[in-house]
């Protein structure tokens, strides 16, 4: 990957890095505040980077959206939405961030329209004149807004039903289908295992592909240990090409004119002829890798023409293979390798005419065997040289000695192992005398060559891989750790396909038959409803794990995440065998003659039955003849005879027709091509339907005048909602803060190390730029970023980004990728049941952004299948943005805003502060600004229910810029949802119902007037009483911060103990004051206080009187309960003695004494 990134600015325009971003961000903002006639020398200042302020709304759906509606209401109260310059939103707080974000635009469209004098200019949508009651009854009216009419004959409730099961059964029939054309290729591959394999042609085959994969393992290793060899470079291909034409030559002379047998005719006269064309034809293929470097030019340009691969990647130009081709080229070669060699030890088992027909111990096999394969042995032995030479760390002698000798070993292991594979074969091959009578019309052989097939390839990797292990043993410290790193990944990538390989095969061959035992078994209902229970439990965990909060680690949520992990491993396998069973179904009704396999056939007809007479005499009575009619059953199979359904299975494998099997996947492949196609992974998710339901109640809502809504009579939606996302600065300036909308650019299939843990960076959609400045970066450590494209064209100028399709991706909280929540085996359940509500946007790394979905969606439903979503595809995975940040406030950070607000509705019954950890680590990681906030005043004390304070202010310390000039520090202003007892009489009374408010689970979207109407309370008082506490007026937001970071400063865990110190010091006073001699203290202990003035004992008694004061203040929690009744005793006496000249005298001589938040409330209400 290249680090220019100019060279990528130059072909595409429109693309820019996060820098050009920001100042054009910066322009905007600037004249903002001169529409607004901010005067730039009042605490604005003319660069606005230096004094941003900044409002986030933090995830947590309807409840964290109705709780920032208070919020905001408060701030519009006290004049202070005015100050905000950008508005930053994730998840549910993007609804009442769209909500506020359309209102500020319409508003003033509608003030710059010429309207009569019936409809006269409105006030500025941010002034605290401005009129929201007809907006915000609309939001109460659709608080329920997923479905108003919640009920069960409302059209609205079934129509959720309704549209998750259509864009379900595409989604699940497009899925369905490409699994069954997986497992329908075994049985056309089978046909090639039955191939003959006495020719040289397949032989031929093995070994070419042998030596590609050999020769590429071997140049890697090389590199590892010589990166600078001369040959690794694509400049010296000529050279190769000549050294490998040499070697072909040799090799085809001596073959033609010195060979005078067939070289893969076991029992040759001549192994040293032999082995001296299997060097020149390993050596040969070595020597060709610069070439293939050179032919891998023009398909490299192909591919980028395509957009397959990234802008500015240039093609390989030394041989050092990344993951993907050490796949196409090593590991893939290998797979065929497996199979071919299979292919020949099959047929030679099988022939009459082969040695190995005779051997029926391990010994012969072991003994013997060899004389079988020399022209493949040698093969595999000079290679195996090749690789141990290429594996030493220098080549000085006693290295050369090794990389001599140990190949030996390792090679006596690989003959070992093939012995033992031969050994497996010969028990597996049918008896003809044994199996005649019993199998009667079944293939005598079906048993043995799918057993063969399933297993025999597999087998060879394995014993390859364990003759490496040997060879790697071997080779011990003369190879280093590198090389042998180099072998654990590729062992790793060999494993992942074999075993994908085993499990596709296994099902498609054993599945059915296991379904069958199962069925005529009487199992299959049992397990047949633990699949479904399984499955819909794993589904409702996996939904829950993405959506639940920082609730409690209690058995139900342990339970669910066990649930989340095992049952999409059920499922799938229920799924793999039901699909394999279907099939088998599908290919016995339809050949010719039919295949029956039904109950009756295989085991008998256990109903019938006969009648018999049993007389019996009764000897009492011998006149009297007693007759019964006794049921006599036909005796059922035992249940452990299962040979008539096994016979029926390999039979109905074996003697199917084969053009079934090809007519069903060519079938197959174009359906699901067609359903790929036509069938948009975007539009048909469950994002639509989110979309269109948030649009209606939060878009809705800023059409509230009498017959602006025009909605469809029938569906109740109205299209005109919605505004496009860049029309908030549609005529070139900004009409209300500027918004940014948070989402998660999921990454779980991504190299880089630094998303272990997160599976995701962040991605914005603003009025001006989509992107990320996620910087990508390749094994060289060279970095990327994705960048930036205008919104306007962003997915095309019809399709840009609308607001409410921002805010819907925003909140995509059921997505099976899901940034850190990310897991394989949920996200498979997800998908196929199609819990998604995320949407793939173009990559603006890659594409010019002018399509706004795949053409195909297949690759791309594949990736959130297997939840391996990465930076490096034409479009990129992107969902609520509380799978990255949940707090909204890190783009805030980025933007290093002066003062930021957070507005937290997270789910968080603990009050476990999980969000904010998560945003102080990352500022921390990833921007080097560290925040300091204590919250521990927030968290209620021992067994108490309330929270002393519901509100902090922090600093936020930028450190230096690049250029290392120091950035002043930032204020953060947290506003958290949490009650302190001191709440309204209808919060009160909701709670005393509604144990978990103010953190009810986010899950339930479904609000009445009481859950809206106190969320929305309970966000209105918090920052009423947070705001009111100090003077407001002109004053700079910095300094409103600065002046509540003091009054908000934590109480000491303490408190009582510093009372009691209190009265001590009290008691100290009492005596200074009654002890004349003392009187040299006084102005060493009470400067700058004189002795005099006031006079000594009543400068003491007022020290007392304002140490109780503060006492008080502290035990009372004046702070939040001045006003209240009980208090006004308390506040008149207060008043009174602060009134007080002498008093007063001595407040000003020992102010500094107390603590900073008594001194701002003794300042604010004294």
């Not at 042609?201 to 590199?223: E, K, Q, S």
Request: hydrophobic content about 45%.
């Amino acid at each position: 990957m290249n680090d220019n990134t100019a060279t990528k600015t130059n072909e595409s325009t429109n693309w820019k890095e996060w820098e050009a971003v920001k100042q054009e961000e910066f322009a905007y903002i600037s004249a903002y505040r001169h529409n607004r006639r901010f005067p730039d020398n009042n605490g604005i200042g003319n660069k606005p980077e230096e004094d941003l302020v900044g409002l986030a709304f933090s995830g947590g759906g309807i409840r964290s959206a109705t709780f920032g509606l208070g919020v905001l209401e408060a701030l519009k109260k006290f004049d202070l939405l005015k100050e905000i310059d950008y508005l930053s939103t994730v998840s549910g707080g993007g609804y009442i961030g769209a909500w506020l974000s359309a209102n500020c635009r319409r508003a003033a469209e509608h003030n710059e329209k010429p309207w009569d004098n019936n409809q006269p200019p409105e006030h500025d949508w941010l002034r605290p004149s401005a009129n929201w009651k007809a907006s915000i009854d609309h939001l109460r009216r659709y608080s329920n807004y997923l479905s108003p009419n919640l009920s069960l004959l409302s059209a609205d409730t079934w129509s959720i039903g309704t549209i998750w099961l259509r864009n379900t059964l595409l989604v699940q029939l497009m899925v369905i289908l490409t699994i069954a054309v997986l497992l329908l290729l075994p049985r056309p591959l089978f046909d090639a295992f039955e191939m003959r394999s006495d020719g040289s042609a397949i032989h031929w085959v093995t070994i070419f592909l042998y030596i590609l994969a050999v020769v590429g393992i071997a140049g890697n290793l090389l590199r590892l240990n010589r990166p600078k060899s001369w040959f690794l470079s694509i400049d010296n291909w000529l050279p190769g090409v000549a050294v490998a034409l040499i070697c072909l030559l040799v090799a085809w002379g001596i073959g033609a004119y010195v060979v005078d047998f067939h070289l893969f005719a076991p029992d040759i006269v001549n192994p040293y002829i032999v082995g001296i064309i299997a060097i020149l034809l390993v050596i040969a293929g070595f020597f060709l890798q610069p070439v293939a470097l050179q032919l891998l030019k023009p398909i490299w340009w192909v591919l980028q023409s395509l957009k397959f691969i990234r802008r500015g990647d240039n093609a390989p130009k030394a041989i050092n293979y990344t993951q993907f081709w050490v796949q196409m080229v090593v590991v893939l070669p290998m797979m065929a390798v497996g199979f071919l060699v299979a292919v020949i030890l099959r047929g030679q088992i099988l022939c009459n005419a082969c040695e190995f027909a005779k051997y029926d111990t391990f010994g012969l096999f072991f003994t013997h065997a060899w004389n079988q394969w020399p022209f493949s042995l040698s093969i595999v032995f000079v290679s195996l040289w090749l690789l141990a030479f290429c594996s030493v760390r220098t080549f000085r002698k006693y290295d050369l000695f090794i990389a001599l000798v140990a190949p030996l070993p390792a090679m006596v292991v690989l003959h070992a192992l093939l012995s033992v594979i031969m050994f497996l074969l010969h028990g597996w091959k049918p008896n003809m005398e044994v199996l005649a009578g019993k199998v009667g019309q079944t293939d005598i052989f079906a048993f043995f060559e799918w057993h063969a097939f399933v297993w025999i390839p597999p087998l060879i990797l394995f014993a390859f891989s364990l003759t490496v292990v040997m060879l790697i043993g071997m080779l011990g410290r003369q190879s280093n750790e590198d090389v042998r790193e180099w072998w654990s990944r590729f062992a790793a990538w060999l494993a992942i396909y074999g075993f994908g390989w085993m499990v596709i095969v296994a099902v498609a061959v054993y599945g059915p038959l296991w379904s069958a035992m199962l069925y005529y078994g009487e199992y299959w209902k049992e397990l047949g409803t633990g699949w479904i229970g399984t499955t819909l439990a794993g589904l409702f965990a996996g939904k829950s794990a993405a959506i639940g909060g920082t609730d409690s680690k209690g058995i139900s949520t342990k339970l669910k995440e066990v649930v989340a992990k095992v049952a999409p491993f059920v499922f799938i396998a229920g799924l793999l065998i039901a699909v394999s069973m279907v099939l088998h179904l599908v290919i016995a009704k339809n050949s010719v003659p039919t295949f029956d396999i039904s109950q009756t056939t295989l085991l008998g007809n256990t109903e019938q039955s006969d009648k018999q007479l049993d007389l019996q005499i009764d000897a009492k009575f011998d006149v009297k003849i007693n007759v019964s009619a006794v049921q006599a059953s036909i005796p059922k199979p035992a249940s452990e005879d299962t040979t008539p359904i096994e016979n029926a299975h390999w039979k109905l494998l074996t003697d199917a027709n084969s053009n079934i099997f090809w007519f069903m996947i060519a079938g197959f492949i174009v359906c699901v091509l067609l359903l790929a196609w036509r069938v948009d992974i975007n539009e048909f998710s469950l994002n639509a339907f989110y979309r269109s339901r948030l649009g209606r109640c939060y878009l809705g809502a800023t059409r509230f005048k009498a017959g602006e809504r025009n909605p469809h009579l029938f569906t109740g939606f109205d299209d005109a909602d919605d505004i496009k996302m860049a029309a908030l600065i549609g005529d070139g300036r900004l009409h209300g803060p500027f918004h940014i909308v948070n989402c998660a650019l999921n990454l779980g299939g991504s190299r880089d190390l630094a998303l272990h843990t997160r599976h995701s960076a962040i991605f914005t959609l603003t009025p001006l730029y989509c992107g990320s400045s996620y910087k990508i970066r390749n094994q060289k450590g060279n970095t990327e970023q994705i960048g930036y494209m205008p919104t306007s064209a962003f997915g095309g100028v019809e399709d840009q980004p609308t607001l409410g399709q921002a805010i819907a991706i925003s909140g995509a909280a059921a997505s099976p990728n899901m940034g850190y929540h990310t897991s394989a085996p949920v996200s498979f359940l997800m998908t196929l049941f199609n819990a998604r509500l995320g949407w793939w946007f173009p990559n603006t790394g890659i594409s010019d952004c002018q399509q706004p979905s795949p053409t195909f969606s297949l690759w791309y439903l594949l990736k959130e299948l297997f939840g391996t979503a990465n930076e490096n595809s034409n479009y990129l995975a992107i969902s609520d943005g509380g799978h990255f940040e949940n707090l909204a406030a890190y783009e805030l950070v980025k933007r290093r805003c002066k003062v930021i607000i957070i507005s937290d509705g997270e789910c968080d019954p603990k009050l476990q502060f999980e969000g904010l950890g998560i945003l102080i680590r990352m500022c921390q990681v990833d921007l080097k600004a560290t925040i300091e906030i204590d919250v521990r005043s927030i968290h209620p004390e021992d067994q108490s229910a309330w929270s002393r304070s519901r509100c902090a202010v922090g600093k936020i310390r930028y450190g230096k810029d690049e250029n290392g000039k120091a950035i002043p520090d930032g204020w953060l202003i947290y506003i958290k949802a949490s009650m302190n007892g001191q709440e309204d009489t209808a919060v009160m009374q909701y709670k005393a119902t509604h144990p978990n408010f103010p953190h009810e689970s986010t899950s339930d979207q479904f609000y009445g007037e009481d859950q809206f109407e106190s969320y929305r309370s309970l966000g209105r008082d918090i920052t009423a009483k947070l705001f009111g506490k100090i003077p407001i007026g002109n004053r700079s937001m910095d300094k409103i911060a600065e002046d509540l970071n003091t009054i908000f400063s934590p109480a000491l865990p303490n408190q009582a103990q510093f009372t009691q110190h209190a009265d001590r010091l009290m008691e100290i006073w009492d005596k200074l004051s009654k002890n004349e001699s003392l009187i040299p203290l006084d102005k060493e202990l009470c400067p700058p206080w004189d002795g005099n003035n006031p006079a000594r004992s009543i400068f003491y008694l007022c020290s007392e009187m304002i140490q109780l004061m503060e006492n008080v203040y502290l035990d009372l929690n004046l702070e939040d309960t001045w006003e209240h009744e009980d208090n006004k005793g308390w506040k008149e006496l207060f008043k009174q003695w602060a009134k007080s000249p002498n008093l007063q005298a001595t407040w000003e001589h020992t102010k500094s004494k107390y603590g900073e938040r008594f001194q701002s409330f003794w300042k604010r209400n004294l």
